[in-house]
Each structure stands twice: as structure tokens, then as C-alpha cells.
């Protein structure tokens, strides 16, 4: 198993140095610079531009560029070029406020839609089952910016509750409990929105895998032997039909971080997502490179959990 573990991580440091390379040239390719060295900028000089041009080493070839960002990454001197902050402390903070939604987002997920999945799959073209299937499918067409503006009217105009930000303002002298359900509400309406395409797909691949084990042979001898049917399902069936489900734990943080960009924007959560958003749009260089990196991390940290994982439970891999 130490083997194994070491090898993965030594396969995923050379790919995340690909992914680097690939992240630097495509960003640096692209049309336009950074607005800080817009020379379009009437106030800004030919002299002024060169300086912080170099300054910046925007000057150097692209190899050159990138061996700067990787020496000031490591040694923590990349600053942004939006307003001259440590880049790492400003994705660190972004990263601690957007934990919260990620972690939320992925319970939802999944003790949602394995139940869901499980009843569906035991239930098999019952009421249930295509109800479920009619409301999986449609959340799944439905873009989830658009259900997330109508769940935004829908609380302010009929309700008249907020739900843009990390909290309400002016609940500042407010008692502590009710400053805590404010701070809860307000994560878990974000973290309902993230969740819901991914709720939808995974019921789906649930009720799926469990008709496929549902009826082997080893189910029938449990179910002979006098098991429980509750014992049967869960501790027999769905062990065995877990197995693809543990792969698809680290494939699903990419789309969680990606759908972070949309969610975090639209309901105003101060975390990566929007960070990424708002650097993209000032062409700030150094923190949408570190923003890709660091999601390259978590993305590959995701996928070798989920290797470890599939090891532990199905033996078969260690050989």
C-alpha cells in the first residue's frame, strides 16, 4: 500500500507541473495585459508602463515569466497586480470562506442522493422512481444560474428574506443565536444551489449500479441466509455498487470549484470563486495562475483519496 500511495503522488506531481506549464502559456497567450499596465491609460506614460512592465517582468520571454512565478510562489513574493497584496494570503483567506460552502455542498450531495438513488433502484418503476427520475433530470437541464436567480426573487419579493452575502448587515449587535442562524441560512441557500446538478447526476448513477447488483447471486444467498433486508441492501448491495462512486468522489471537486465561479458571483460569497472572477476580469495574472494551480491541487489530492479508497475497499487493486 506504500508503494502504491508513493506512486501516485510521484504521477500526480509530474501532471501538476504539466498543468502549470499549460495554465501559464494559456493565460499569458491570451489578448490584452494586466490593467495596472494598460497603456491606454492617459494618465499612464511610455516610461511608466516599461517600468512596471519590468517591474512585474512582463518584459521577459514567457519560459522566463514562468520561472518567476514559480521561484515567487514558493518563496511566498508573488504579489497581485490589482493592488500589490501577497497572492497566497489572499487566496488563503478566499479559500477558508469558501471551504464551508464546499463541505456543506458535498454532504448535501451525498446523503441526499444515495438514499434517493437506493429507493429508486429497490422501488424500480414505482411512483417514486419516476418521480424522481422526472425532477433528476429536469434539474439537470435546468442552467443553475438561472434557478439560482429565481430562488433569489422568490425569497426577497415573498419572503422578504436576504440571501446575497455571508451574513445580514446590521444583525452586528445582534444576539449571538440569532447571528448564528443568519450565518447558517445564508451558507446553506448557496450550498443547496452547488449541490443540486450534482444531487441529480449522482441518484441517477445510484439507481443505476444498485440494479445492477440488486439480483447477483450473492444478494439471493443473503436474502436465504435470513439477512435483514435493510442488512442486505446497505452492508451487501451497496458496498458493491459503491466502488464507481469512490472514483467520482475526486471528480467531482472540479465541478464544484468550477460552479463555485457562477454561485459565489451571484450570491455576492466573498470565497475562491469569486476571486477567480473578479482577477480574471483585472487580468490579474498572478492570482488566476495560483487560483489554477491551487484547484489543480485539490483536484488531484481529490482523485489520489479516491485511489487510496478504492484500494481499502476492493482488495484486488493492492495486487
Known amino acids: 500500500m506504500i508503494n502504491f500511495i508513493l506512486r501516485n503522488i510521484w504521477q500526480r506531481i509530474i501532471l501538476l507541473v504539466f498543468i502549470s506549464i499549460i495554465s501559464h502559456a494559456v493565460v ?3 489578448p490584452g495585459e494586466p490593467a495596472l499596465v494598460d497603456p491606454s491609460n492617459p494618465r499612464m506614460k511610455a516610461e511608466d508602463v516599461q517600468r512596471i512592465r519590468a517591474a512585474y517582468h512582463l518584459d521577459e520571454p514567457i519560459h522566463i515569466q514562468y520561472i518567476y512565478w514559480v521561484r515567487d510562489l514558493f518563496t511566498g513574493e508573488l504579489k497581485s497586480f490589482k493592488d500589490n497584496q501577497p497572492v497566497m494570503e489572499k487566496i488563503w483567506g478566499k479559500f477558508l470562506n469558501s471551504l464551508p460552502l464546499f463541505i456543506v455542498s458535498m454532504m448535501i450531495i451525498w446523503f441526499l442522493a444515495f438514499p434517493v438513488g437506493i429507493e429508486a433502484a429497490i422501488n424500480r ?20 444560474y438561472f434557478l439560482a436567480y429565481l430562488l433569489i426573487i422568490f425569497m426577497v419579493k415573498t419572503f422578504n428574506i436576504p440571501v446575497i452575502g455571508m451574513r445580514t448587515f446590521g444583525l452586528e449587535e445582534a444576539p449571538l443565536l440569532l447571528r448564528s442562524m443568519d450565518r447558517v441560512w445564508h451558507l446553506t441557500i448557496p450550498a443547496l444551489m452547488s449541490a443540486i446538478a450534482g444531487v441529480a447526476v449522482l441518484s441517477r448513477y445510484v439507481r443505476s449500479q444498485m440494479l445492477e447488483v440488486i439480483h447477483q447471486d450473492y444478494m439471493r444467498t ?59 476580469l483585472a487580468r490579474d495574472f498572478p492570482v488566476i495562475l495560483t487560483l489554477n494551480f491551487f484547484a489543480a491541487v485539490l483536484v488531484l489530492l481529490g482523485t489520489l483519496i479516491s485511489d487510496v479508497l478504492y484500494a481499502v475497499a476492493d482488495p484486488r487493486i493492492k495486487f
Open 28 to 30: 499569458h497567450l491570451a
Open 125 to 144: 418503476d414505482s411512483k417514486f422512481d419516476r418521480t424522481s427520475t422526472f425532477i433528476s433530470y429536469a434539474l439537470i437541464s435546468f442552467p443553475g
Open 222 to 280: 443473503a436474502r436465504a441466509k435470513g439477512l435483514p433486508e435493510d442488512q442486505v441492501i446497505y452492508h451487501h448491495g451497496l458496498r458493491n455498487a459503491l466502488l464507481p462512486f469512490i472514483t467520482m468522489f475526486g471528480l467531482m471537486i472540479p465541478g464544484l470549484i468550477g460552479g463555485s465561479v457562477i454561485f459565489e458571483t451571484i450570491f455576492a460569497w466573498p470565497g475562491m470563486g469569486r476571486l477567480g472572477f473578479e482577477a480574471i
